[in-house]
């Protein structure tokens, strides 16, 4: 089933004000479909955006914060096998990474455009200022 956004909510997954996704709509960086009410970005479009918007950062860089537990995005990208599913999210600047059962994968619905929540749970966070 496709997935699609209000301008709002593609705002928020993207990291960006409601305007600046307007203003791609209207510059035709990101296509829009208005059937008698709020325009609808479509999620697969976004994911391609926020694949192209955030890309993973060259090692070493860093930034002067650090996330939060759980982070709300979009999946840009999922890759299966027989047994295993990698799943990719960008939320907001930050780029998450999951390797799970394939099972759980299919179970979730994981496709690129679909809104995901990653939780990480860790013994070890660095923390990095540059």
């Known amino acids: 089933m496709p997935t699609s956004y209000r301008i709002a909510e593609a705002a928020a997954l993207l990291g960006v004000s409601d305007d600046t996704v ?3 709509i209207d ?64 939320a907001g600047p930050f780029r998450v990474v999951s390797l799970m059962s394939r ?6 619905g994981l496709e690129p455009g679909v809104r995901a929540v990653a939780t990480v749970k860790a013994t070890q966070v660095s923390v990095d200022v540059p």
């Open 27 to 90: 510059g035709e960086r990101l296509a829009a479909t208005r059937d008698g009410g709020p325009a609808q970005v479509d999620g697969a479009d976004l994911a391609r955006l926020a694949g192209e918007l955030h890309a993973a950062p060259q090692p070493g860089a860093t930034r002067s914060s650090s996330a939060r537990n759980r982070l709300t995005g979009i999946v840009t990208r999922v890759v299966r096998d027989t047994v295993m599913a990698q799943v990719e999210i960008q």
């Open 22 to 24: 307007r203003r791609w």
């Open 103 to 108: 099972e759980a994968a299919d179970e979730l």
